[in-house]
């Protein structure tokens, strides 16, 4: 591969989003109605890469790999970049459904030039990890990532934040959930963008938008389980400080599903409504750098957390 600068590395446009959704449910029609009485379908909300599409040095980012082993025995690898100068705080990236790390670090490659270490993690089947993803397994390798992380000599005395995008975002809030109380002393906050409230709703919505299964729409979504709704698991987040950010041109996960979450949440909270496509938030330099206030303001060492509620917020002028 030859190198390639950071602004020629884009991101995945949201007709190919709109694509893969609706890949997903095409899917789901097809392949679901015969397991009705055998088991979910939360697998088909995956959609991983094994192709490296591009490494970090190529965008002239220090990194190292990481390999981790999951209490089931799969392998699961990911990417730690480097901050740039003195740091001042690490981020976990989930990333969402589709391809692997090396597309979806376009949405974070910015942030070690602003001093954040940045651990990218690939889900098991995504990238050069191993075996078959599904929601329950997903969420024993983002604890896995996590608590590595906790253990990393780089990362220990630093605020830790994390992010997730879209999939990655549903997968944060539940992770996060069952990690309280103790997550509240170990994360300075998180931060949820493109997120979707209830894996079966946003199910629904998808095939109520194909003409082969509009009619069908309530019944096959139940098909889809929902026991980790990040819907029922975003309030016991409180009082970690959360900030989500959803896209009001968002065609891919529309954007009431962001205010949903945010309105179901506790205290101290935030929300930004901003206006880009599916997963391409970070393209504007105004939602990164209200995503560096948000980490500044969250990540003193004041001692109390910060109080807010807001909706459509502005963390500075």
């Known amino acids: 591969m030859q190198p390639c600068s950071r602004r020629e590395f884009g991101f995945t446009s949201e007709a190919v ?59 699961l690898h990911g990417w730690l970049l480097a901050a740039e100068g003195e740091p001042r705080g ?62 990393h000599p780089q990362t220990q005395p ?15 809030i539940t ?3 069952q990690q309280m109380p103790d997550l509240q002393k170990q994360v300075a906050g998180l931060v949820i963008d493109s997120a979707f ?20 729409q309530h019944p096959l979504s139940w098909l889809i389980p929902d026991r980790y709704a990040p819907i029922d698991h975003v309030a016991a987040l409180s009082p970690t400080p959360l900030l989500i950010l959803h896209s009001d041109q968002d065609e891919v996960v529309p954007q009431h599903h962001g205010v949903k979450l945010f309105e179901t949440a506790g205290p101290p909270k935030m929300f930004l409504s901003t206006h880009t496509g599916h997963n391409a938030t970070f393209t504007k330099r105004q939602n990164r750098n209200q995503v560096l206030h948000f ?23």
């Open 90 to 151: 690490t981020l976990y990236f989930l990333h969402g459904n589709a391809e692997n790390i090396s597309t979806h670090i376009a949405s974070v490659m910015w942030l070690p030039a602003e001093g954040y270490q940045v651990f990218l993690l690939d889900y098991r089947g995504y990238g050069r990890s191993t075996g078959k993803p599904d929601i329950a397994p997903a969420l024993v390798d983002v604890e896995t990532g996590y608590h590595w992380l906790l253990q």
């Open 17 to 75: 989003h709109q694509a893969r959704w609706q890949c997903t449910f095409i899917q789901l029609f097809a392949l679901c109605i015969p397991l009705l009485f055998l088991s979910g379908c939360g697998h088909l909300f995956f959609y991983p890469s094994k192709g490296q599409v591009i490494t970090p040095d190529q965008i002239g980012l220090q990194y190292e790999d990481v390999y981790l082993t999951t209490p089931d025995g799969e392998t």
């Open 175 to 177: 992770f996060a959930a």
């Open 197 to 216: 409230a209830s894996y079966r709703d946003i199910a629904r919505e998808k095939l109520g938008q194909f003409w082969l299964t509009w009619a069908l």
């Open 158 to 172: 630093l605020p830790l934040f994390i992010l997730g995008q879209s999939l990655g975002g549903a997968l944060a």
């Open 295 to 317: 980490m500044k303001l969250v990540g003193s060492e004041s001692g109390d957390p910060p109080s807010f509620g807001l909706k459509q917020a502005r963390l500075f002028p």
